[in-house]
C-alpha cells in the first residue's frame, strides 16, 4: 500500500477532507458516530481533523479501514482489513497545539522569536502511549498507535529525531571514564523499553505494536513509525512500505547498549498528499 506522490499533485485541504469524511459516515449510516463526530468537532475541531485525515490516508492506500469505535462504549477508531491476513486496528490521538508550543518552547507566529532551542516531546508521546495502551489490548489484531499534530511545529518534532527518542528516551551526559563523548540514556521516556529492579532492559506497553507520529500540513501530512520490539502482536511495517520506520537493533539489549535502526536508506517522514473519501 502507497502514498500519492507529493511530486505531481496537490492534495486538498482538510476541511475537505472532514466534508468527505462527515459523508462517508453519512452514506453509511454510521448515525451515531457521526453525531459523535459533530460534537468532537465542536469540542476539538484538530482532534476530529486528525481523525478524519488518518482515515482519508487509510483509504487512499487502500488499507480499506472501517469505523471501529463503539459510540456508546468506546474504543479504538478503525479497523482495516486490506485482506484476510492482515488485519490491524488505528486508534488516533492528536496533540494540543497550544501544549505542543508550551512544552517545546516553539515560538507561535508573532510572538516576535526567531529560531532559538526547543525540546522534544518525548514524555508527552509517551504518556499518549501509556494511556493507549489497555484500551488498543482489547483487540486479537496488530494495533497501530497514531498520534498527530497540526502545529507548526511538527515538522521537527513528529520526526526521525523524536521516534529515536521515543525509543530510546532523550540523550542524557554519560558517565563512561573511558568514553565521555558516548550517548547515554536513562530511559525515563522510552515508550517500548525500561530498567526493571534487577537492572534489565525489559519491554512494556505490550499492546502498542506500532506508533505513527502524524505532522498535519494543509494539504498533505507527513508520517514516520516506531515498531515495538516484541509486541503481543506485531504489525507488519511492509504494509506501508513508504513510512520509513525505526527499531531498536539488536533486541535484547546487550551489555546495556541500546541502538536505533532504520528501514534501509530512510529516516526521513514520507509524504501523503490529503485525498478525499470516495
Not at 43 to 51: L, T, V, Y
Not at 176 to 183: F, H
Not at 189 to 203: E, H, M, Q, Y
Amino acid at each position: 500500500m502507497s502514498f500519492m506522490s507529493l511530486r505531481s499533485f496537490h492534495g486538498i485541504p482538510i476541511h475537505e477532507v472532514v466534508d468527505s469524511y462527515w459523508v462517508f459516515l453519512a452514506r453509511n449510516h454510521y448515525n451515531a458516530h457521526l453525531k459523535r463526530f459533530g460534537e468532537r468537532l465542536e469540542a476539538d475541531a484538530k482532534a476530529a481533523e486528525a481523525e478524519a485525515v488518518v482515515f482519508s490516508l487509510l483509504w487512499s492506500s487502500k488499507a480499506r479501514p472501517d469505523v471501529l469505535e463503539d459510540a456508546s462504549t468506546g474504543g479504538v477508531d478503525f479497523i482495516c482489513r486490506p485482506d484476510k491476513m492482515s488485519e490491524f486496528v488505528v486508534e488516533v490521538k492528536s496533540l494540543n497545539s497550544d501544549g505542543v508550543a508550551r512544552r517545546s518552547c516553539w515560538p507561535k507566529k508573532g510572538d516576535g522569536r526567531v529560531g532559538g532551542a526547543f525540546k522534544l516531546e518525548t514524555f508527552k508521546l509517551k504518556n499518549v502511549a501509556q494511556r493507549a495502551d489497555r484500551q488498543l489490548g482489547r483487540y486479537a489484531f496488530p494495533r497501530v498507535l497514531a498520534i498527530a499534530s497540526s502545529d507548526e511545529s511538527a515538522l521537527v518534532l513528529m520526526d526521525g529525531h523524536a521516534v529515536e527518542s521515543l525509543l530510546v528516551s532523550d540523550p542524557v551526559p554519560s558517565t563512561s571514564l573511558d568514553n565521555p563523548a558516548m550517548l547515554a540514556t536513562d530511559l525515563r521516556n522510552s515508550v517500548f523499553v525500561k530498567p526493571d529492579n534487577a537492572g534489565r532492559i525489559v519491554t512494556c506497553l505490550p499492546h502498542v505494536s506500532a506508533i505513527w507520529l502524524i505532522g498535519i500540513f494543509g494539504d498533505q501530512s507527513r508520517l514516520v513509525g516506531a515498531l515495538h520490539p516484541e509486541p503481543e502482536i506485531p504489525f507488519d511495517p511492509n504494509l506501508f512500505p513508504d513510512i520509513p520506520y525505526g527499531w531498536l537493533r539488536k533486541w535484547p539489549a546487550q551489555d546495556g547498549r541500546l541502538g536505533v535502526e532504520w528501514t534501509p536508506g530512510k529516516r526521513e517522514p514520507a509524504g501523503f498528499l490529503h485525498a478525499r473519501i470516495q
